[in-house]
């Protein structure tokens, strides 16, 4: 008896993603913690002195977090359990964009700091 083998397709699951289709658990802690393993090399072995490195790194983690709001605030609206957690992901992503906006625009010294 042979095993089908689940084949690993990233735009379905980007799709799924997108479109709130997978679990409110697994998109919020599975990109949240994607998002914080990504941008913790450039946080922690960066200089600051390399102002360009961390100026492109918080803006592509702005466009990251924008990404992980939108999909957690999808599948928050189809998630039936506790009422709780779906606005506890919703308030704790879009707390992550206005950071990271803020941040992208202090590294792109568009306000003073």
Wanted: aromatic residues 18%; charged residues 20%; positive net charge.
């Amino acid at each position: 008896m042979k095993l089908k083998e689940k084949k690993f397709n990233i735009k379905e699951i980007v799709i799924n993603l997108w479109d709130g289709e997978i679990t409110l658990w697994k998109t919020y802690w599975g990109l949240v913690l994607r998002g914080v393993i990504l941008s913790l090399p450039v946080e922690l072995l960066v200089p600051e002195e390399r102002y360009a490195i961390h100026s492109f790194s918080n803006i592509l983690y702005l466009i990251f977090s924008i990404f992980v709001l939108i999909c957690v605030w999808r599948s928050a609206n189809k998630y039936q359990g506790k009422k709780i957690w779906r606005l506890l992901a919703k308030f704790s992503c879009t707390f992550e964009v206005v950071f990271s906006f803020y941040y992208a625009l202090v590294y792109g010294n568009l306000i003073g700091s």
